[in-house]
Structures are given as C-alpha cells and as structure tokens.
C-alpha cells in the first residue's frame, strides 16, 4: 500500500488506525514476525479481546492480513502479519488526495447529530 493507491477516504481511515498507541505496537509487532492472537496478547501486555478488536481495525483498513492455520495438535490458529505499506505524507502530495474525500468531518456529524436531537 502507497499513498497512491488510496483515495482520502482510504487514507482518512488508515490514519485513524495508525493513531491508536495499541494499533502502533500492534503493527510493530508483527512488522517483526507473523504471529497468532495469544501470543501477540502475552507480548503486547493486552487483554486477546482487546487486541480483537485492534487487529480487526487493522486488517479493515489493509495494514494487516491474516491466515487461519490448524497446529499440531488440531488447534485452529489465526496468524497475522503485517502488509507492506508506504505513507510518505507531504503538503503537496496530500492536496489530490483531499480533493477526493467524501466522508463527513467530525464536525459535521456533530452538528447533524444535535441538529435530529
């Protein structure tokens, strides 16, 4: 993934991903190694729901795949790693990128949400 392959909805989304402290450690730990979801737990000091619910983040918005694999012992795994991405943000480079934003901002979900109260 390159900045070039995402409209600004697409990259919007990735960058609220890659906001979150969790998601961080999270890519950088399988940046490092493909891993599976107990383990990552035990690694990362998160509780495996919480990590859920990050590594589901994740894997919708393209930074993560995952591969459900059966172990030795007939265990049902899923590993995930990360998938190579590229994000060089410039002023210049992110101008054709915002001309295709279609999502509402914050502020206008806000002001519609008090505006149907």
Same mark, same amino acid.
């Given at each position: 993934?390159?900045?070039?392959?995402?409209?600004?909805? *697409?990259?919007?989304?990735?960058?609220?991903?890659?906001?979150?402290? $969790?998601?961080?450690?999270?890519?950088?730990?399988?940046?490092? *190694?493909?891993?599976?979801?107990?383990?990552?737990?035990?690694? /990362?000091?998160? #509780?495996? @729901?919480?990590?859920?619910? $990050?590594?589901?983040?994740?894997?919708?918005?393209?930074?993560? #795949?995952?591969? /459900?694999?059966?172990?030795?012992?007939?265990? @049902?795994?899923?590993?995930? +790693?990360?998938?190579?991405?590229? /994000? $060089? /943000?410039?002023?210049?480079? &992110?101008?054709?990128?915002? *001309?295709?934003?279609? &999502? @509402?901002?914050? *502020?206008? +979900?806000?002001?519609? @949400?008090?505006?149907?109260?």
């Amino acid at each position: 993934m390159n900045l070039s392959d995402l409209n600004g909805d *697409e990259l919007t989304k990735v960058l609220a991903a890659l906001s979150n402290p $969790h998601r961080l450690r999270v890519v950088a730990a399988v940046a490092k *190694e493909r891993n599976y979801v107990s383990r990552l737990a035990r690694d /990362l000091g998160i #509780s495996r @729901a919480l990590l859920q619910v $990050h590594l589901r983040k994740l894997e919708s918005v393209g930074l993560v #795949s995952s591969t /459900l694999e059966v172990s030795a012992d007939g265990k @049902a795994m899923k590993y995930y +790693e990360v998938v190579p991405f590229a /994000l $060089h /943000l410039t002023p210049s480079n &992110i101008i054709p990128v915002a *001309e295709t934003i279609s &999502i @509402a901002t914050d *502020e206008k +979900e806000a002001g519609q @949400a008090q505006g149907e109260r």
